[in-house]
């Protein structure tokens, strides 16, 4: 059959497919071909899952970077493949062994395109796979000849008995199906070539000459030599031609070309060499385009930040700067001569490989800071006047920081404008407006705001001194100058209303001028009236003061009587007070005899109990006597005790008696005391009451007394308020006559101070 028939699928299709079925994917038959010398790469896992794709990859297939990441590499996978390619391209890659091949690829929108596909697995330190490598780049036509014509073959059943054997479709030889060498490794190979040669030789050692075996094996000489040079050929050949085959891709891969065919088809010494070389081939070419890539972004990232608008400066973990852009390396040009006058041997054209320290005070606290930065951090570079905004970023990678790109913010000339703009607008508001911004050292943005300052300026200065004419020549009596010029905005509005107000000013002088002669007619005839009212005030204030005094007379009367009333009420009610208290006494003397009563009872029931204790006390004696006698001689002693006690007990029971004698006279005469008290109470109760009723009636004749001098009262000050009034308006007359005089010659006046403006005719 065909021997270079190539089919292959990315890494993933020896997985179970995750997304739709590739049969069941419509095509549309169009080719896409690949450039010459771009490749396409990609890395999964070991499920099969797309871990990373390269640009050109997406560019190819038509599908968007995050629709084949995290998707089955089988995403790409044409119907037309057959499925013994993926079984050979597992089964290979199960060992551990490159897999190159012949792949037909579908494009999302159903086109096609051919790339040689070469497939490795990565492994660890460890030695275990991690996943799966690969690179694609254009094939020759001729392959994909043979790939479509070998695909055909399968799909209609002409390849019966080829399989699939390290990415080649093929039927084996008659020789590799009979020939046992070639299932066979080197060494077996080389072990049985040595030992056929002694193996023959040790027999024609061992069998004499005259025998009929040895002549055999004499005559057989010849023909097992060349069996055994062609087998040494053959062996030397197949070996020798692999191992130059080795050779001739190293040196390819010494040239960065890694597209040079392998041999990995054998698993014998030399094709696991071959192998390994396919492995580093794929793996090298993997890294290249990698490096590649990323060479190619970093020179878009160059390219792009060399010609930014924006300062970029990039300095390595050493703080070393390693790149300026042009913006940037003009900025400090421009600059350079004050920058040296505080950087010596400052120069804008050896920035690279300068050391960032030189621009910095302190270095050591500037590094310090930056070597804990994780996010952008803002600062400000002053040097010798000059003022610049720094925006550092840090690159990290890995969680380490590798570079610092920083974004120089020329700030010089804007913090001078800021701050002639605050002069200008400081001297603005207080009035001052004749400053401006100097324009011909400006350029760009800052030219358009000091011209907009200037012009706002010039429109401010241009109107107030329009409005200063106009309101000088009013301020001298003309009110016939008007703001002439023309206006717009806010300022024409000013000009009207100031216009406005000159017009509406001169209407009321001439007002006034109109007004003037006939204030002074009514001031007259205001002055004449008030002299005739004033004599009439005056004849009806002294009629108010004769009412007055005889009023302020009856006053004084009723005052002393209410005096009196107030006086005897006060009297009557101490009587009052003085009787209520009598009363209060002789109840607490009646409750006080209640008491001594009560106490003598008790008393005179103590003196009875005293009585019996004397008497019980003599009974005691007159036996204490008797026994005393009993006792004779010894109780002598004890008798005259007892006599003793006797005596005491009769004269404790006479005392006894006169006492209860004594309380019972008091109690008697106690009781006649407090009915006599209980008399005294009921007079003075009695007493009291009376004096009630007088206090009663002196309070009642105090009240109408005190009302009749609250009246009469009220009548003396409403009289003396008439006589007040009478001699206010009078006093208001003579000041209204005065005011009339005075308004008369103030209209003389405003007329001569109205006299002096001048209004159109």
Not at 226 to 247: C, T
Not at 369 to 378: E, V
Not at 461 to 483: F, K, M, Y
Not at 737 to 752: I, Q, T, V
Request: aromatic letters at 6%.
């Amino acid at each position: 059959m065909t021997g270079n028939f190539r089919a292959a699928a990315a890494v993933s299709e020896a997985t179970p497919p995750k997304t739709q079925h590739p049969s069941s994917r419509t095509v549309t038959g169009h080719e896409v071909e690949l450039e010459q010398g771009r490749s396409i790469a990609s890395t999964t896992d070991t499920r099969g899952i797309i871990t990373d794709v390269n640009d050109y990859m997406v560019e190819i297939s038509g599908y968007r970077r995050d629709e084949l990441i995290g998707r089955p590499h089988n995403i790409v996978r044409h119907p037309d493949m057959p499925p013994a390619a993926f079984t050979d391209l597992w089964r290979s890659l199960k060992q551990g062994l490159p897999w190159v091949g012949v792949v037909k690829n579908r494009c999302k929108n159903g086109d096609h395109y051919w790339v040689l596909a070469h497939v490795t697995p990565v492994f660890d330190t460890a030695g275990k796979v991690t996943g799966y490598m690969s690179v694609r780049r254009r094939p020759s036509r001729d392959l994909i000849d043979n790939a479509e014509r070998d695909f055909a073959a399968v799909r209609a059943g002409r390849l019966r008995g080829a399989r699939m054997v390290n990415g080649q479709m093929q039927k084996p030889s008659l020789s590799a199906r009979w020939n046992p060498l070639w299932r066979l490794n080197l060494a077996t190979r080389l072990f049985l070539l040595a030992m056929f040669g002694v193996g023959y030789a040790a027999l024609l050692l061992l069998l004499p000459a005259e025998s009929e075996a040895g002549a055999g094996l004499r005559l057989a000489f010849w023909p097992m030599a060349g069996f055994a040079a062609y087998s040494a050929w053959w062996l030397a050949r197949d070996v020798s031609g692999r191992l130059q085959g080795a050779f001739d891709g190293f040196e390819a891969m010494a040239q960065s070309n890694f597209d040079y065919p392998v041999d990995v088809a054998r698993g014998d010494e030399v094709g696991r060499v071959l192998r390994g070389l396919k492995s580093t081939q794929i793996r090298l070419g993997h890294q290249l385009e990698k490096s590649e890539r990323e060479a190619a972004a970093s020179s878009r990232v160059r390219r792009a930040l060399e010609v930014a608008s924006a300062n970029v400066m990039v300095a390595d973990h050493e703080f070393r700067v390693v790149f300026v852009n042009q913006s940037l390396a003009a900025l400090l040009k421009r600059h350079e001569q004050r920058i040296a006058e505080s950087i010596p041997q400052f120069s804008a054209d050896t920035l690279v490989g300068m050391s960032i320290d030189r621009f910095h005070k302190d270095p050591g606290a500037r590094r310090s800071q930056l070597m804990q930065l994780n996010s952008t951090h803002r600062a400000r570079l002053e040097i010798n006047g000059l003022t610049f905004d720094l925006s550092v970023t840090p690159v990290l990678a890995e969680s380490h920081t590798v570079g610092y790109v920083t974004e120089w913010a020329d700030r010089t000339e804007e913090l001078a404008i800021e701050r002639e703009v605050e002069q200008v607008v400081s001297a603005a508001s207080e009035g001052r407006l004749d400053q401006r911004i100097t324009e011909h050292n400006k350029g760009g943005h800052n030219l358009v705001v000091a011209s907009g300052i200037n012009q706002v300026l010039g429109a401010f200065s241009g109107s107030l001194a329009s409005l200063t004419r106009v309101l000088q020549a009013l301020a001298e009596g003309d009110l016939t100058r008007r703001v002439e010029e023309r206006f717009s905005g806010a300022f024409a509005e000013m000009a009207e209303h100031a216009n406005q107000t000159v017009d509406r000013l001169a209407q009321i002088v001439g007002q006034i001028q109109s007004a003037v002669s006939v204030i002074d007619s009514a001031a007259s005839e205001i002055s004449s009236g008030n002299a005739d009212l004033s004599e009439r005030s005056e004849q009806q204030a002294a009629n108010l003061e004769e009412t007055a005094s005889s009023v302020e007379q009856l006053t004084a009367t009723v005052q002393q009587n209410a005096a009196n009333a107030r006086s005897g009420r006060q009297v009557a009610e101490s009587v009052s007070d003085i009787a209520q208290r009598g009363g209060d006494t002789v109840r607490q003397a009646v409750n006080t005899m209640r008491d001594i009563t009560a106490a003598s009872k008790q008393i005179e029931d103590i003196i009875s109990v005293m009585d019996g204790i004397a008497f019980q006390t003599n009974i005691l004696a007159l036996n204490a006597a008797v026994e005393a006698a009993r006792a004779g001689e010894q109780g002598r002693g004890f008798a005259v005790v007892a006599s003793e006690v006797r005596a005491l007990a009769q004269r404790s029971a006479t005392s006894a008696k006169e006492i209860k004698q004594l309380i019972a006279d008091s109690v008697q005469a106690v009781e006649k005391g407090a009915l006599q008290v209980n008399e005294a109470g009921e007079t003075i109760g009695r007493l009291v009451a009376e004096v009630g009723q007088v206090s009663t009636l002196m309070s009642e004749i105090s009240a109408a007394s005190d009302e009749q001098a609250s009246g009469i009262g009220q009548v003396s000050n409403t009289i003396n308020h008439l006589d007040s009034t009478t001699q206010q308006n009078a006093a208001l007359v003579e000041q209204a006559s005065a005011a009339a005089r005075a308004l008369s010659e103030e209209a003389s006046k405003l007329g001569e101070a109205v006299s002096v403006f001048r209004l159109r005719r």
